[in-house]
């Protein structure tokens, strides 16, 4: 009875022997499995995230992590709760970066938000004082902030240059932006 309800609660077990074959290398149970999980990714993902583009990029990050990651699942736990919660954890990534966005200053943007000083809006004594603050911070932070914002390299790279983590990278990043907000900034901190 037990296994009744759980082949119910996932699908009568297909979607387990296709994710099986496709460890295993199965091509055309790899596309079955996708072509099912698809409206169930979809509908999280409408749920989650409002604008309709921006919840199809969360389906289709979740795809690609579930197709580099597709490993590492437990034969012995049910696919679509795994699935769902990928698809959960990319909309948050998705929303969470959406917010950011809007609440960063860009870092070409910072002279914009100085003080209206006539020798700061020519961009000229914003731009030199702007690199003397980033020689000020920390050299991981510096790095990071060189690598991540200004040379816009993405962050694995900019973590494989560095020497950091690719967590290392975005936090070492998130806390220079922060310090130059407060040296160039100083009310707006």
Do not use: F
């Given at each position: 009875m037990a296994g009744t309800t759980m082949?119910?609660?996932t699908g009568d077990g297909r979607w387990e022997e296709w994710m099986l074959a496709a460890q295993a290398g199965d091509a055309r149970a790899?596309?079955?499995l996708l072509r099912a999980a698809l409206p169930l990714l979809r509908g999280i993902a409408g749920r989650r995230i409002a604008d309709a583009a921006e919840a199809e990029d969360a389906v289709q990050d979740t795809l690609l992590t579930l197709h580099r990651i597709r490993h590492s699942w437990d034969p012995t736990r049910?696919?679509?709760?795994w699935l769902a919660t990928l698809c959960e954890r990319r909309c948050i990534d998705r929303l969470r970066r959406a917010q950011a966005?809007?609440?960063a200053v860009p870092l070409r943007?910072?002279?914009?938000?100085a003080t209206a000083e006539p020798a700061r809006a020519t961009g000229e004594l914003a731009a030199a004082e702007l690199r003397r603050a980033i020689a000020t911070l920390p050299r991981a932070q510096r790095d990071a902030l060189t690598l991540a914002k200004l040379a816009e390299l993405p962050v694995a790279e900019a973590a494989a240059r560095s020497g950091l983590t690719p967590?290392?990278?975005k936090v070492?990043?998130?806390r220079a932006i922060r310090s130059l907000?407060?040296?160039l900034l100083p009310r707006a901190a």
């Open positions: 082949r119910a609660a790899y596309d079955r049910p696919v679509r709760p966005l809007r609440r943007d910072l002279s914009e938000h967590g290392s990278v070492a990043t998130h907000r407060r040296i």
